[in-house]
């Protein structure tokens, strides 16, 4: 009977979002898309971070490869829109492997430093390509709606969080979660753990590949700035913390809480929105250090354990 | 002569970037802790300096008693209201304390925008420079090159020296065993944090003078100080110094051969070439 | 099965200047509980750390059923057979007892719920029944080695390498602990335990032991005689015993 009421909202979620774009003016649906954008990079962060334990604060490195990847097709190679996209991941998951086997050796903070600095040279290299236009940016003909793009960003974000939900059921995802915990250990128990965590690389950088894939046909201009954001970098982990690092609905409630009032921020203080978003990640490590949906689901069952 | 300046240059660099990473080291080897706000205490003391001099004239080496107390003020702070309050489980006590850095650094290069504004500032103090045969070497740079040193060896022997340097040696290099003879771990941990940040505040007036900052540039410090570090060895101070050296002198050379963007990822390719080939940082980790 | 289980050849390890073990070498036979000893610093975990895979030896050879296993990666190792207990519990904090279990069951399991299922069996074996769904990191110490043993049972191995069970335990858990390992000998399964003190116990639950001091192994033996050995009673007291 609940699974039957969970499907049944499930789809009714489902067929709102499918929607919406229609019944929206340019603002509202401008606000859906940054949230379902949001929603995708918090899944993706949280595979790595979260499920494998290896914090990368350099997720940006493969959306920005993503973005520009398309940008160049479509612009230079007039590929139509989806494929291009589609490209971008594709490119940004094939370039993770040689960089997974450099960078998985290092554990903790020399992984999410290195992963940063990785970030940077990306942004640097993908920059020196003449075609890019470098720091002027690069400018796409127009060939695909908004609407499009949100569909488009839509998928991804629902697959992110499908790759998420198998992770967290299945053997794989159980064999990450044990390398997080104690790697050594893990691989005395039979764990692969550079397989492991070659594959939650893998798609911790095919979903963001994608995304800048849509973002940057949704700005139909890219830059440097823009589509090596280190705002979008900073939010996306934000939200996944918030919500609660490695669990399956934590970076969709942190990206649903978050987006709101990162949009309200943006709008009214510009100047010290980095500021205001820095101190509150600051303020929830504290306050709540597992996050909003471990949080709850304690209480909850401490609730149940006094019932009995 | 081109390479003997650009090694003059990259000495003068490194001398100040040992005064940096000596900082960052302090704090990692006691707490274990990557602090990713270090370059933005760096770059908000360098911009703090400015100010001072411009609107108030005072001259950026007196400066430096001021932005050694608040950083020193401001690290402990940091530890006792921050880092303190998180959860201790092993799991997740890096992983927290790295990204409650990296938000605190956000937090500052925010606050020091609103502040500060941000524009590319600096001290306009000593411009003249040195002739040695042949050479160029600006007298600010030298200056903060000499100030850097002196420093970095007070901080030495403050480590080396006093009951609270001892500590927090101890601390870093076996926690059990200090724990063990009744020092109190708590409050090492926040000398640490707060020398380790008055360091990084004394290296950020330094820079005042050599170059031009702005508040956002705090990554870049970071990033360099930890550089440093990967490439000495972590908890290695003697190292410190070599990977400050070497990495100053990749900096004047890249710059002026490869340009300043490609200049900008000298920092990242060096120490991940390190961690690659050398784990351990060039000199090795001290036994933890 | 003609040769030994386990041959462990002339291993040697050094690190940062210590040789931690030199020229080791030792054999398991099948269905053999084999009582590695020595005082503390001997070298045991560092030779569990070789067979298990995470550690290379810089010589020697270490061979399971007849191929050699150095150099293989830790997983491989466990998979071929070989489990491991350590000194120091590490649990898989946040995940659950059966889950902490089922990782080591997924060796043998085709599918995840197989796996849980079966972890549940061992995780009931060993008195955990209880606990199952509370995280690890809830559990007490003697709770946790009995987690470390069952972790290392869902592998269903042949052989499994014990690195201090005994420590912390109290002496009606020592019991418990002792008649777990004669167990194994029931069910076929091959045990290298190491211990630092000489204990009764060990002495009646093992078929052989191996003494180690300072990285070298300075006797082998049945218990009775390794008991009256002097070399073995100089490692431990320093000097021999007048009239021993």
Known sequence: ?308 | MIVAQLAVNGILLGGVLALSALGFNIIFGVMRVVNLAHGDFVVLAAVFTVFAFAQLGINPLLVLPITIGAGFVAGALVHVLLLRRLPGEVASAEASSLTLTFGLSYFLAGAGLATFGGRFVSVPYLTGAYALGGLQIPQAKLLAFAVAVVLSLAFALVLRATRVGRAIRATSQNLDGALACGVDVDRVRTAGFAIGTAVATAAGTLMSFVYNLNVQQGVLFTVNAFAVVVIGGLGNYTGAVLGALILGLTESFASYYAGATLAEAAPYLLFILVLLVAPNGILGRRTA | MSGPLLAVDDVSVAFGGVQALSDVSLEVREGEILALIGPNGAGKTTLFNVISGVLRPDRGDVRFNGSSIVGRPSHRIAKAGIARTYQIVRPFARLSVVDNVAVGALVHAPTIARARADAREVVRFVGLGALAERPASSLTLTQRKRLEVARALALRPKLILLDEVMAGLTPTEMDGMAEFVMGLRERGIAAVAGVEHVMRLVMRISHRIVVLDAGRRIAEGDPASIRTNPAVIEAYLGAPLAGA
């Open chain 1, 1 to 308: 009977m609940r699974r039957a009421l969970i499907v049944a909202a499930a789809v009714a979620v489902a067929a709102l979002l499918v929607i919406a774009p229609h019944r929206l003016n340019g603002y509202g649906l401008n606000l859906l898309y940054v949230t379902v954008l949001s929603v995708g990079l918090a899944y993706g962060w949280n595979i790595i971070s979260g499920y494998a334990g290896y914090f990368s604060f350099g997720q940006i490195g493969f959306f920005g490869v993503g973005a520009y990847a398309t940008g160049l097709l479509v612009a230079d190679k007039g590929w139509p829109w989806m494929a291009a996209a589609a490209a971008g991941g594709v490119l940004a998951c094939a370039l993770s492997v040689p960089l997974g086997y450099v960078m998985l050796r290092l554990r903790g903070p020399f992984f999410a430093m290195g992963m940063f600095g990785m970030a940077q040279m990306v942004r640097v290299l993908v920059t020196a390509i003449p075609a890019s236009g470098a720091g002027a940016g690069l400018f796409l003909p127009p060939g695909s709606g908004i609407v499009e793009v949100y569909y488009w960003t839509l998928a991804v974000a629902a697959g992110a969080f499908g790759i998420t939900l198998w992770l967290d059921r299945s053997a794989f995802g159980l064999r990450l979660q044990a390398l997080r915990e104690d790697e050594q250990v893990a691989g005395t128990l039979g764990v692969d753990a550079t397989r492991a965590k070659t594959t939650a690389f893998a798609l911790s950088a095919l979903i963001p590949g994608l995304l800048g894939g849509g973002y940057a046909l949704f700005l139909t201009y890219i830059e440097p700035d823009a589509a090596f954001s280190s705002r979008l970098d900073l939010q996306s982990i934000v939200m996944a913390i918030l919500g609660g690092v490695g669990t399956l609905w934590g970076p969709l409630v942190g990206a649903l809480v978050m987006t709101q009032i990162s949009e309200a921020l943006w709008a009214r203080f510009p100047q010290i929105y980095l500021m205001i978003f820095g101190g509150l990640l600051v303020v929830l490590l504290i306050a709540l250090p597992r996050g909003i949906v471990p949080s709850v689901t304690a209480a909850i069952a401490r609730r149940r354990a006094h019932a009995r």
